[in-house]
């Protein structure tokens, strides 16, 4: 049974920082791909970001490039998502996941989610 509970949500100013976390039960992370997607009311989901974690790829979105950063803590079966220069766009319901199969990217198919943390920030 794989659960994923997503920690680090809260509001926050414009240019404001949090750190998400994703912690993983019956799954451990190595050789595995990570996301973290995010969506806002009326808007699509997007992909922000994704790690492989038997290797050193990592994927970011254009619209947090630079800002956000993904990382492990292969100790701790967590998988982290550093944002930094946080904008108001960037509110949103944050989600993590994982992706069983082979081949790590946001637009390829992801098995398992968590419930999210949301994202507030405020001009």
């Known amino acids: 049974q794989v659960q994923l509970v997503e920690s680090g949500g809260g509001s926050v100013q414009a240019g404001g920082s949090l750190r998400l976390s994703c912690a993983a039960s019956?799954?451990?992370?190595?050789?595995?791909?990570m996301g973290w997607f995010r969506q806002a009311p009326g808007k699509e989901r997007e992909g922000v970001a994704a790690?492989?974690?038997?290797?050193?790829?990592?994927y970011y979105a254009d619209s947090v490039k630079g800002r956000f950063t993904i990382s492990q803590d292969s100790a701790k079966n967590t998988v982290l998502l550093q944002m930094n220069s946080l904008k108001p766009e960037d509110t949103a319901m944050y989600y993590c996941?994982?992706?069983?199969?082979?081949?790590?990217?946001?637009?390829?198919?992801?098995?398992?989610w968590g419930q999210g943390t949301q994202v507030t920030v405020s001009s």
């Open positions: 019956g799954y451990t992370y190595g050789n595995k791909c």
């Open positions: 996941a994982a992706r069983v199969w082979a081949g790590c990217h946001p637009s390829l198919e992801f098995q398992h």
């Open positions: 790690i492989y974690t038997g290797g050193d790829f990592t």
